[in-house]
T-cell receptor, first 117, second 114 residues
Framework: AQKITQTQPGMFVQEKEAVTLDCTYDTSDQSYGLFWYKQPSSGEMIFLIYQGSYDEQNATEGRYSLNFQKARKSANLVISASQLGDSAMYFCAMREVGGTSYGKLTFGQGTILTVHP | DAGVTQSPTHLIKTRGQQVTLRCSPKSGHDTVSWYQQALGQGPQFIFQYYEEEERQRGNFPDRFSGHQFPNYSSELNVNALLLGDSALYLC?????????????FGNGTRLTVT
């Protein structure tokens, strides 16, 4: 069974600074995908970034980058130049890829990020 | 290009009642998944529908059932509501066979059971 662990219930960062949100995962699958989503208080889940298990380079999307360490089974999200609008709940999620999987997402518990001015 | 739409946005029901939630997937998507998110928790997978059939199911009782229509829209039904069913219910859509692409989520339906 897949499992995602986010050990930081809450994180604080000053505006314009960088912050790292931790995510570790456990799976016996060789092929999988890792996703980060942002959930503002409105409830919508907003996709941020994706990393495939066979991708050799770390994913980047604008101010978001993913520090992927496969041997350690970690996929930490790095947000550079934090903005007040980044304050939200952040979820790490894993998805099986291939085989008989139909691609359900397994989510972690989430990390609440608060950006201070 | 319309994203995933869910209705209603909020709902209050009494214990023992039945509820139906609705979801229209993003244009071009053919697969709909439902997730339950309790307050302060990560979403939990309920089930997924493709070609009008339930294709995969999470650890939820039979009180939770669903349906997918020929236009790919979907319903989630919950019978004999319990207080513990109070949660945000998220619908997500995707295109079958593209498991490396993200799920697109709606804004959710917040269900309160009293």
């Amino acid at each position: 069974a897949q499992k995602i662990t986010q050990t930081q219930p809450g994180m604080f960062v000053q505006e314009k600074e960088a912050v790292t949100l931790d995510c570790t995962y456990d799976t016996s699958d060789q092929s999988y995908g890792l996703f980060w989503y942002k959930q503002p208080s409105s409830g919508e889940m907003i996709f941020l970034i994706y990393q495939g298990s066979y991708d050799e380079q770390n994913a980047t999307e604008g101010r978001y980058s993913l520090n992927f360490q496969k041997a350690r089974k970690s996929a930490n999200l790095v947000i550079s130049a934090s903005q007040l609008g980044d304050s939200a709940m952040y979820f790490c999620a894993m998805r099986e890829v291939g085989g008989t999987s139909y691609g359900k997402l397994t989510f972690g518990q989430g990390t609440i990020l608060t950006v201070h001015p | 290009d319309a994203g995933v739409t869910q209705s209603p946005t909020h709902l209050i029901k009494t214990r023992g009642q039945q509820v139906t939630l609705r979801c229209s997937p993003k244009s071009g998507h053919d697969t709909v998944s439902w997730y339950q998110q309790a307050l302060g928790q990560g979403p939990q997978f309920i089930f997924q529908y493709y070609e009008e059939e339930e294709r995969q199911r999470g650890n939820f009782p039979d009180r939770f059932s669903g349906h997918q229509f020929p236009n790919y829209s979907s319903e989630l039904n919950v019978n004999a509501l319990l207080l513990g069913d109070s949660a945000l219910y998220l619908c997500a859509s995707s295109l079958a066979g593209f498991n490396n692409s993200p799920l697109h989520f709606g804004n959710g339906t917040r269900l309160t059971v009293t």
